[in-house]
């Protein structure tokens, strides 16, 4: 099982239930491992496998665009475009939403799909 991951991405998007938390956009901490074919490594060809530069533009990119009132829904929203747009066979991916309870240090979600159960 070949992989490639980006971890600790940082993304700005409008999330969260109560009025206080969608006044202006929060900055999320994302972690990516996407499952990519095995001759992607067979020919050093870039166009075999996943570019991670554009896979984390395009989620910049999306959610900058989007809102969200919950976590699950965005990790949802993630894994159909690494699903989609890039041709993955799965993906798992870990958002933190970074001080939002006292005491806490991380708050999150994680989550895993494939072409077989997204």
């Given amino acids: 099982m070949d992989k490639i991951f980006l ?10 239930l109560y009025d206080w938390e969608r006044t202006r ?7 990516l491992t996407i499952g990519i074919p095995e001759k992607s490594a067979a020919d050093d060809n870039i166009n075999h496998t996943i570019h991670y530069a554009d896979v984390c533009e395009t989620v910049r ?3 900058k665009v ?6 699950e829904a965005l990790a949802e929203h993630i894994a159909e475009l ?11 991916i870990r958002i933190v939403k970074p001080g ?3 005491d806490v240090q ?3 979600i994680e989550i895993e799909r494939s072409v077989d159960n997204s």
């Fill in 82 to 92: 690494v699903l989609q747009d890039f041709g993955a066979q799965w993906v798992k």
């Fill in 100 to 102: 939002i309870l006292p």
């Fill in 61 to 63: 990119n999306s959610l």
């Fill in 25 to 31: 956009k929060q900055t999320l901490i994302l972690d």
């Fill in 106 to 108: 991380e708050v999150g």
């Fill in 7 to 16: 971890h600790g991405i940082k993304a700005d998007t409008l999330i969260g």
């Fill in 66 to 71: 989007q809102e969200f009132l919950l976590l």
